[in-house]
């Protein structure tokens, strides 16, 4: 089983979303000038004025057709940028989604591609990108301010699939932005409502010997989950631990913090672990950190019997510990956490810093969102922080030392879970 999972390599997941602040474009095309944000409807017409019905690739053909794809395109020949600040965004975009992309190794360029108008009733087919230009190998999608409903994006890859909102942050003023690998499959669902408006770019790595890819996890799952199920037949497997390759503290100790590697091999370990009827999880515990670390009784002493009370609910101290870890998992095993079906919270009522919580508002009361990253610098970071702190609220925060500004990262805390 291990020599299975050593063989997986990771690079990061295959989709990465993000908002931020508006950012001033200064975007100007050809035969209508400069707009302004938000788009409206009296803008967006003319915006659709200017742009032809948008095809798609079927091979080597370039088909129209309403029944598969229903949207205009601008080409970026036709798109001017005269904002300063419209090229240091670009690069912070590129800076966030790289780690996450699993590329941060590699050298890689957006390029400017088309303008694309949803009015209500256009939406787009699953599809995969074709590769528009050598080196292409995901797509970035910027989305401009402009009021809408609906127009979700879905991106499936390896039997997986990620659903991204471009509404909320295009109507709060806010630009927002997914990159996916271009082999993943997606679409555009229908708009309800309003218009959507965005800038679609290539992803291009510069020339170097190692491909960017994603990696397929689907052959490897298969083989864990036989090694599995064998080990279930003959009662091989008793409850045990397998080790990541990165350090982790409890806070971020998740799924989706994971890094390179550790990310796929715990995707596919525990989609394996599903397949054949086991239970696997993330976990951090004081007995996970003996069992691979201390092997010392000892070290329990250091803790004292009231930290030790915060871990296990009884020790029998004529056991061992190691038995006792055991029976922990068994028992954790036999009684699965379940996620809860809803996330939300409600928001503090604070009028000391109801600037603070009207930003967290959203994510608060949203039923799917557990992690909200606030990229600030430091002393609005530790404003918010501070906030946090001085509630009652199931919160945990922790300052994510890459790019800059570093990010704060509040995440809904594992209490809320057990109360619903």
């Known amino acids: 089983m291990l020599e299975c999972l050593s063989l997986i390599k990771g690079n990061g997941s295959f989709v990465t979303c993000h908002s931020a602040p ?50 205009w395109e601008i080409d970026a020949e036709n798109l001017h940028f005269n904002g300063p600040e419209w090229g240091e965004f670009l690069q912070k975009a590129l800076a966030n989604i790289r780690p996450e ?81 271009a082999d993943c499959e997606h679409e555009i669902k229908p708009l309800t409502e309003g218009y959507r408006v965005c800038l679609v770019y290539n992803l291009v790595q510069e020339i170097t010997e190692e491909k960017i890819r994603l990696e397929l996890l689907g052959e490897h799952v298969s083989r864990l989950s036989t090694i599995l ?3 279930k037949a003959s009662h091989r497997f008793s409850p045990g631990i397998i080790l990541l390759g990165h350090q ?20 596919a370990f525990i989609r394996a672990a599903d397949s054949a009827g086991y239970f696997a999880n993330m976990y951090y515990n004081v007995i996970a950190d003996w069992l691979i ?12 019997y009231q930290l030790l009370q915060r871990y296990f609910q009884k020790i029998n101290g004529e056991s061992s510990l190691l038995s006792f870890g055991q ?12 996620s809860p079906a809803n996330w939300s919270t409600s928001v503090p009522e604070v009028p000391r810093n109801a600037r603070l919580w009207k930003i967290l508002a959203a994510f608060l009361q949203s039923p799917v969102e557990q992690v909200f990253d606030f990229r600030r610098n430091q002393q609005e970071r530790n404003e918010l922080e501070s906030a946090i702190l001085n509630v009652e609220i199931d919160l945990l925060t922790e300052t994510i030392k890459k790019g800059s500004p570093y990010t704060c990262a509040s995440s809904k805390h594992r209490r809320l879970m057990k109360n619903k």
């Open 22 to 71: 508006f950012v001033f474009p200064g975007l100007s095309i050809q035969g209508l000038g400069e707009i302004a944000y938000p788009i409206n409807a009296l803008q967006a017409n003319a915006l659709i004025q200017e742009a032809r019905k948008a095809p798609y690739g079927k091979g080597s053909q370039t088909i129209f057709d309403d029944t598969v794809r229903s949207a």
């Open 101 to 181: 992309l699993g590329i941060d190794h590699h050298e890689v360029e957006a390029h400017l591609y088309k303008m694309l108008i949803y009015e209500k009733g256009d939406f787009f087919h699953s599809h995969r990108d074709t590769e528009k230009e050598k080196g292409m190998f995901g797509t970035l999608i910027i989305g401009l301010p402009s009021t809408h409903c609906g127009g979700e994006l879905l991106v499936r890859f390896d039997g997986e699939e990620k659903s991204i909102h471009f509404a909320e942050a295009a109507n709060n003023h806010k630009i927002s932005y997914v990159a996916f690998y």
């Open 229 to 231: 199920k064998e080990g």
């Open 293 to 304: 670390g201390y092997n010392d009784d000892a070290c329990f002493d250091k803790l004292g």
């Open 327 to 338: 029976d922990h998992l068994q028992e954790r095993v036999n009684n699965r956490p379940q």
């Open 248 to 267: 982790y503290t409890p806070k971020n100790l998740s799924r989706e913090y994971l890094k390179l590697n550790d990310r796929t091999k715990a995707e």
